[in-house]
């Protein structure tokens, strides 16, 4: 009967496993189609004004990760059972009020600052932007609450409403109406609107206690201090060079860094597919078992999850120049070799995603912090001088840069903090 019991709960895990690879899958396919249609039909140098304009909005997606999605992902699956529904209660309150707030102070920011030096053309997309804000980190929580609280198939179906709507509007309208940035960044907002409200049905129950309010919002402090100017900083890293490029060699180059990166979407299946599962699991593991169990989990996924993106990427890099003309016709000519720096810094990212999971976990953050704040200087310091001199070779140096910064001291963080070399056993 045990063993039987072993089974049972073995094939629930693995189903979980692939509902969110499924999830993944599907968002990761709608943003990949999403970018052929803008590619196609608003051109190369409108899709890196989207870009750029989306930048900003990643941005917020990480301020929201390292305040509330962040530690719930690390923090929720340790909780006492008759805590759960007042410590969910707790977060969504924390979610309520940094949404309404970052939407004011964005909106504040958009008539203030000039992204694209065109005042008009600022002041025509802050409606849009604004609606994109309130609505899709509302719906990037509830998602992201359905992974931790092991809902994926609810999860999947909010993305499924969010990201299916999204392109099936995108398809029909881009095709039937002159539509630009603006109209775009409407249906995102309206698409991860309804998903919003879908998900809502399928909340669980619900318990105010002041107490476990207190608590929470200590506790998210502690694993959030560090951890909110790494994501901040990360975006610094990760983006200027892409945002530097659309000012000194501008928006078609944007346009082209980002569109060869979507042609490796399907990367995205594992990266972020093992980000709606990993770090949940992982922090199981530790709580169950201690560092030796967190290391061997994350032997295991690092060599399947290796092995997988390592398939991935084979097939898109070997004839990226086909495939750029399959997908966008004669759009990206001339930008196949991008392809090849982008299989680079897929393959480092993804070693340093793992040890970031490792460190969440063990609620030790400072490491990821310090090591976004190297990254960051070293951006800041070479993001001109790479662009200026080397244009787009330049800027996929500087994401090459970042990554192999982020590995090598995320690796010093875990040592520092007892890391465990992994016994990998899948028998």
Known sequence: ????????????????????????????????????????????????????????????????????????????????????????????????????????????????????????????????????????????????????????VSAFFVDLIRYGGQLLALFWLLRTTEMGTGGVLWIYAASAAIAVVFGCFFFEALEWSPVIFRQAFVRHWRFARWLVMSE?????????????????????????????????????????????????????????GGMRALSTYLGKVGLLGGAALGVVIAIAAVAPAFWLGLIYGDAYEGYAYLVWWWAVSYSIGFMAGLENVGLRALEETKPIFLAFLISSLVAVATVYPLVNLLGVIGVMLGYILHEVIRLVCLYRGLLKVGWMRPRVKFL
């Open 232 to 288: 901040i900083m990360r975006w610094v890293s990760g983006n200027i060079y892409t945002i530097v490029a659309g000012a000194v060699i501008g928006p078609v180059a944007v346009g082209a860094i980002r569109g060869t990166q979507n042609l490796m979407g399907l990367c995205h299946v594992f990266l972020l597919g093992f980000e709606n599962v990993v770090p949940v699991t992982a922090a199981r593991r530790y709580h169950e």
């Open 1 to 152: 009967m045990e063993s039987l019991r072993s089974l049972i709960a073995r094939l629930w895990r693995q189903s979980r496993v692939n509902w969110a690879l499924m999830d993944q899958a599907m968002v990761s396919a709608a943003n990949f189609l999403s970018g052929v249609l803008m590619v196609r039909y608003l051109g190369v140098a409108e899709f890196g004004v989207f870009t750029i304009a989306w930048l900003t909005i990643e941005l917020l997606y990480n301020i929201q990760f390292s305040l509330i999605i962040g530690p719930m992902v690390s923090i929720l699956p340790k909780q006492p059972s008759e805590d759960r529904p007042a410590y969910i209660a707790s977060v969504l309150v924390k979610q309520g009020v940094l949404t309404l707030l970052i939407m004011l102070l964005y909106r504040t920011a958009l008539w203030g600052v000039g992204f694209f030096g065109d005042g008009a053309g600022l002041v025509a997309l802050s409606g849009p932007l604004s609606a994109v804000v309130l609505a899709c980190l509302s719906q990037n929580f509830v998602r992201r609450y359905f992974f931790a609280t092991g809902s994926v």
